[in-house]
């Protein structure tokens, strides 16, 4: 034991004081704010000072939707040319091309329509957000157009126009609670990211300093006075205790930051409300969780990178093969959507309950709605009988793979590894 | 045999080893015992190192036994015994003066017992600057010298060293073997292999010199030599060489005032001596025994065409 806490001390000290650390550390929470910053930055500036045209045969139609248009942009600069034919269409291609304008709203009306037919050229290929913008613009002043035509006054005309805002609750024990799912998905992607990111990190490490100590005939020393299991236990609590320092700094850090942009949040105007850290919807109780499926996760895929690291005789070769390892993690990664909003389907469960699945899944499933309890205990008495199974063939392949060197072992070499004692 | 003394503070009997379909040792038997120096002699992949390996428990025998301090093997023994591996391996991004405290904490000793003899260490073997460099800026010699203290840290009785001087230059390599005779004197147990026989010769008390896997030569220097007869001399002389013809003598060299002869199987010198002084004036007269490389080249020889 005492063999197995000092060679733990090691690892631990050995990441913890090392300057990737320190760097990693830093720049993840730098890196994230860089992202919050630059997506509030980019919808603040996306499609800010443009110059567009619209051009019809019907004046009441552009005028109505020139007034859409900059009343959802104000910087935007919308001119509007009544009444428009194919030498006017010319002159704009022109204008455009010579970048004196952004793009031009060619507009038809339809004779058994409100809505018109609608064109925009501009000069970049996809457009996507202004097409979509231009497309709401266009349906709302039709509308608009047409309930006047029907001799309803303008206040009645916005009454109608008005969207309906979906409120939405959710039920935990028994009790209704007001939830934003914007909030709820923003939570769950970041934390899951994170879950997967550091569980491969640190698992892979795991695989990555096996091999190191391997190719440094480092091993050989220290045989010498440890047993295999020793030093196996001592690098998983090692690494795993690096990787708790590290996702706890993360933790603090993310908060201290959240408060943060929420003071920041304050001098700002009320547009970006649903966009900011404080948004996190996160619960305490959610951090418990995290840090769990944390602690499982690693020690499965560290257990199975010690085993795998121990079989290999290059860092190149666990690199190849590391994504094959993970690959299930990946799974629930592909699935997050899917699980988020059927968390009890029973493919959900059922991935839930898959111990190599468990970590992301069950994540998820708690990030959705409350599982039944027994469903929970069930998959983490699973996860840790898949952690002991790990443990006990990795072990195995521990002991002998690492005095071995040269070529990878095949499959039956790999067997007949773990009934040597 | 002499060599099954009681005290003995390893010894291995009639252990085997094999991998896979190749026997690595064969029916090995031998014991070191207090304040010996034991040489492991052998060719390259004679199986020395999987000898060493099973002595120190990092492998198991397939058949025979493994006793250390005159009990049964152990993982306990283990913080008595230094062991120096021929593959040398440190952590390269770790200080030395770290790098020495946690192998010897490993090995039991408290972390500040630990750095005291550290720094005395390293003092002696004349690298304090390296104390406190990462391993990795180290030149290899260097990181010999550092690998071979983190084996005597702990102050083991018994020490296994594999191949410890390879690569060390001349210099450096006396200094470590006149550690390894001061601890020698002090009644520890040393014992290293080598392919090197000028360092056994003159360093070893005792010698197994491993061919394929079996010992085929083992026992005291003396006795190894004495197994060997003096069929050599060498004369320096000056005046008349017609004693060469003497009839001891089955074949000489005459360098004209140097000569180099083989005796007859059974010959005595002293004859040859008594015959070369009537006829010339002698300078030198030297009645050698063989070289261990010459009776390691008879024996494997002798091996390898059968």
């Known amino acids: 034991m005492r063999e197995a806490l000092l060679i733990a001390r090691r690892e631990y000290l050995a990441r913890v004081l090392s300057k990737a650390f320190l760097l990693t550390t830093l720049l993840l929470p730098l890196f994230m704010g860089m992202i919050m910053g630059g997506s509030i930055l980019a919808a603040t500036l996306m499609g800010g000072d443009k110059h567009l045209v619209v051009a019809s045969d019907d004046t009441t139609l552009a005028n109505a939707v020139k007034m859409e248009l900059v009343r959802k942009d104000p910087k935007r600069a919308v001119d509007v040319l009544v009444p428009a034919n194919e030498a006017n269409r010319e002159d704009l291609i022109r204008r455009v091309g010579a970048k004196d304008l952004d793009g031009y709203l060619w507009l038809v009306a339809r004779r058994d329509e409100p809505i018109p037919e609608a064109t925009y050229t501009s000069r970049s290929a996809a457009d996507f957000f202004t097409a979509g913008g231009l497309q709401a613009a266009i349906n709302k002043a039709a509308l608009r157009v047409e309930i006047a035509k029907k001799g309803l006054g303008v206040q009645e005309a916005e009454s109608l126009l008005k969207s309906s805002d979906v409120k939405t609750m959710q039920v935990r024990e028994g009790k209704v609670f007001p939830t934003d799912p914007a909030k709820g998905i923003f939570g769950a992607y970041v934390m899951v990211m994170l879950l997967y990111f550091s569980v491969v990190f640190y698992g892979m490490n795991v695989a990555r300093s096996v091999v190191e100590e391997k190719t440094s005939r480092i091993f050989e020393v220290l045989l010498a006075t440890a ?60 951090l418990l969780f995290f840090l769990l499926f944390f602690v499982l996760g690693f020690l499965f895929y560290s257990a199975i990178g010690a085993g795998f690291g121990a079989s290999v005789s290059s860092e190149q070769e666990v690199q190849q093969f590391s994504f094959v390892i993970v690959s299930p993690l990946v799974i629930g990664l592909v699935m997050m959507r899917y699980i988020l909003s059927n968390p009890s389907a029973p493919l959900s469960v059922g991935l839930s309950l898959f111990p190599p699945c468990t970590p992301i899944v069950m994540y998820l499933r708690l990030a959705s709605q409350q599982p039944p309890m027994w469903q929970l205990l069930l998959s983490v008495g699973l996860m840790l009988l898949a952690i002991w199974g790990a443990i006990w063939v990795a072990s195995r392949i521990y002991r002998v793979g690492i005095l071995m060197y040269g070529k990878r072992p095949t499959l039956p070499e790999m067997l007949r590894w773990m009934r040597y004692s | 045999m002499r060599e099954m003394a009681n005290g003995a503070l390893v010894a291995l009997d009639r252990v085997s080893k094999s991998y896979e379909q190749k026997v690595a040792v064969k029916d090995l038997t031998l014991s070191i015992a207090p304040g010996s120096m034991y040489g492991l002699l052998g060719p390259n992949g004679a199986g020395k190192t999987s000898s060493i390996r099973m002595m120190i428990g990092i492998t198991l025998p397939d058949s025979g036994s493994v006793t250390m301090f005159e009990r049964p093997f152990s993982r306990e023994s283990l913080k008595r015994v230094g062991y120096l591996p021929e593959e040398r391996g440190l952590y390269k991004k770790m200080k030395v003066i770290d790098q020495l405290i946690f192998m010897a904490q490993l090995h039991g000793l408290d972390s500040a017992t630990a750095r005291t003899r550290a720094h005395a260490w390293c003092g002696r073997l004349e690298i304090t600057d390296a104390i406190s ?35 060390l230059d001349p210099v450096n390599a006396v200094l470590l073997q006149d550690v390894l005779l001061e601890l020698k004197r002090a009644g520890r147990a040393i014992l290293f292999s080598t392919h090197r026989m000028d360092q056994v010769e003159k360093l070893c008390d005792s010698i197994c010199l491993i061919h394929r896997g079996e010992a085929v030569l083992s026992g005291t220097m003396r006795e190894v030599k004495s197994r060997y007869e003096r069929n050599h001399v060498v004369i320096d002389f000056e005046g008349d060489a017609s004693f060469l013809e003497h009839a001891s003598i089955a074949e000489a060299k005459n360098y004209g005032g140097h000569a180099e002869i083989r005796l007859h199987e059974g010959a005595d010198a002293q004859h040859l001596l008594v015959e070369a002084t009537r006829k010339a004036r002698i300078f030198k007269f030297d009645w050698i025994e063989p070289s261990l490389e010459e009776i390691f080249i008879r024996t494997v020889g002798g091996k390898a065409d059968a």
Not at chain 2, 136 to 154: A, C, N, P, V
């Open chain 2, 133 to 167: 460099k990462k391993t990795e800026e180290l030149s290899k010699g260097m990181q010999q010298k550092i690998q071979f203290i983190s084996t005597l840290l702990h102050e083991p009785q018994l020490i296994i060293m594999d191949e410890p001087f390879s690569g």
């Open chain 1, 227 to 286: 047993k295999p299991e020793s030093l196996m236990a001592g690098k998983l609590l090692g690494v795993g205790a690096a990787g708790l320092t590290q996702l706890g700094l993360w933790l603090v850090s993310g908060s201290l930051l959240a408060v943060f942009a929420m003071t920041a949040r304050a001098g700002m105007s009320g547009e970006m409300k649903s966009f900011s850290f404080s948004s996190f919807g996160v619960a305490p109780l959610q």
